[in-house]
């Protein structure tokens, strides 16, 4: 155990579906980050909050919405998804994020969009 | 851009033999490298990390080398386990922005 604890472990949503993928750690972090893991990729990263503010988001589509409302919990807001965003969905948390200090990772979501 | 890579996609090794991963950056900027290990159906996992002013750490039973001249990372597995089958990823912190590499299989062969 890392210490991160993501909800659902899997996860089967249709494309007209609202879901919310949830994060949580308390281990004391103040930087959390969401992560997508397609097959044969590299990890890519999707957004990051740094003491609950927003500070970076890549470019992810508006049907990705994130969502942090203290520094232990963050959630992932999914809507009309598509079949391609199917894959393992990962947080992680770092002690902040300017810091070089390892990031730690929860077990994943595997999101199925059918 | 920035990229981080490794060079092959998957290393097959007897068990009780030493395995060594390698990984390639291209960010002269990066200060600080960390290798992860992803189980299947898990998430990475933390095994060593190194800043820039070493080239070298060990941890238990694991060895990070770093030569920033030739931006070159690797790991070092000493005899390895059916346990250490994984995926392995190397990951550099650069310009505040961690970026991965797409990982390495390793597969131990009993």
């Known amino acids: 155990e890392t210490g991160v604890t993501q909800t659902p472990r899997h996860l089967v949503m249709g494309m007209t579906n609202k879901k919310s993928l949830k994060c949580e750690q308390h281990?004391?972090?103040?930087?959390m980050y969401w992560y997508k893991q397609s097959a044969k990729k590299p990890l890519e990263l999707m957004f990051v909050?740094?003491?609950?503010?927003?500070?970076e988001n890549n470019s992810v589509p508006s049907r990705f919405s994130p969502e942090c409302p203290n520094s232990s919990h963050l959630f992932l807001h999914l809507h009309t998804l598509q079949p391609e965003d199917s894959a393992l969905y990962l947080c992680?948390?770092?002690?902040?994020?300017?810091?070089?200090?390892?990031?730690?990772f929860g077990q994943g979501t595997r999101l199925t969009v059918v | 851009g920035e990229s981080v890579g490794l060079h092959l996609p998957t290393l097959s090794v007897q068990e009780g033999d030493n395995s060594i991963i390698n990984c390639a950056y291209s960010?002269?900027?990066?200060?600080?490298f960390i290798w992860y290990k992803q189980e299947s159906g898990k998430g990475p996992q933390f095994i060593i990390d190194i800043r820039s002013n070493m080239d070298k750490r060990q941890g238990q039973r694991v060895t990070v080398l770093l030569n920033k001249t030739v931006k070159h990372l690797s790991l070092q597995i000493a005899a390895t386990q059916p346990g250490d089958s994984a995926v392995y990823f190397c990951a550099e912190r650069g310009n505040n922005r961690l970026a991965f590499g797409k990982g390495n299989q390793v597969v131990v062969i009993p």
């Open positions: 960010n002269s900027a990066s200060d600080y």
């Open positions: 909050y740094n003491f609950k503010e927003q500070t």
């Open positions: 281990l004391g972090h103040n930087a």
């Open positions: 992680a948390s770092s002690q902040e994020r300017t810091l070089n200090t390892e990031a730690f």
